[in-house]
């Protein structure tokens, strides 16, 4: 099993849908989790971060945390074609000082 | 305030020849990591630096990999001698004081490697 997995898509949504992206994790100790969004061609940008069960919200961006089903997930409301990217799930596991990245899911937002 | 400065942004190299790769973090980072990138892969650590320490390199292969980050700041990968599959992005990373985990971290732009 691996130690952090994501639908690898590609998710197709049209513009202005809400967008959601899944991830779950195996550690049950991890304690922070993270969002990056990768355009093609350029490095990973961290988006959002939650640590605590339930949601935080950031602008059109809402993260939604639940540690008992070891699950994570991104919402993006009124999906833009600039949207467009792969979004990577990260987990800060438990034994070391590090980030554990999914594979990551492509999002398309046809306009 | 400078991001992660990563060079060279691309390089192509034939198969058995030697590569380095250099990183120079955000300014008061102690903490620098180098991850591999494949193409469709998320990122996966190969090493990870507090300070001038290398407190994690259990993914590094170490026969043909090697690293480091001499005065603390900047740190440089190098691969001798160099194969086909070791064709991918090699990103660098920063954190503060070992808060990577917990504040997650600036990548800089990744040094896209071509072995043929």
């Known amino acids: 099993q691996k130690e952090v997995e994501q639908n690898s898509g590609p998710l197709s949504v049209p513009e202005g849908a809400i967008a959601s992206l899944n991830c779950t994790y195996s550690d049950r100790g991890s304690q922070s989790f993270f969002w990056y969004r990768q355009y093609s061609g350029k490095s990973p940008e961290l988006i959002m971060f939650?640590?605590?069960?339930g949601d935080k919200e950031d602008g059109r961006f809402t993260a939604q945390l639940n540690k008992a089903s070891q699950y994570v997930s991104l919402l993006i409301r009124d999906s833009q074609p600039s949207d467009s990217a792969t979004y990577l799930c990260?987990?800060?596991?438990?034994?070391?000082?590090?980030?554990?990245f999914g594979a990551g899911t492509i999002l398309r937002v046809k306009s | 305030e400078a991001g992660v400065v990563q060079s060279p942004r691309y390089k192509i190299i034939e198969k058995k020849q030697p590569v380095a790769f250099w990183c120079n973090p955000i300014?008061?980072?102690?903490?620098l990591y180098w991850y591999l990138q494949n193409l469709g892969q998320g990122p996966e650590l190969l090493i990870r630096?507090?300070?001038?320490?290398?407190?994690?390199d259990s993914q590094l292969p170490k026969d043909r990999f090697s690293a480091e980050r001499l005065k603390g700041v900047d740190s440089t990968l190098k691969i001798q001698p160099a194969e086909l599959g070791d064709s991918a992005v090699y990103l660098c990373?920063?954190?503060?004081?070992?808060?990577?985990?917990?504040?997650?971290?600036?990548f800089g732009s990744g040094t896209r490697l071509t072995v043929v």
């Open positions: 939650i640590y605590s069960n």
């Open positions: 990373a920063s954190s503060q004081e070992g808060r990577g985990g917990g504040y997650g971290y600036t």
């Open positions: 300014s008061g980072h102690n903490t």
């Open positions: 630096y507090e300070n001038e320490e290398a407190v994690d």
């Open positions: 990260a987990v800060n596991i438990k034994y070391g000082n590090k980030l554990v």
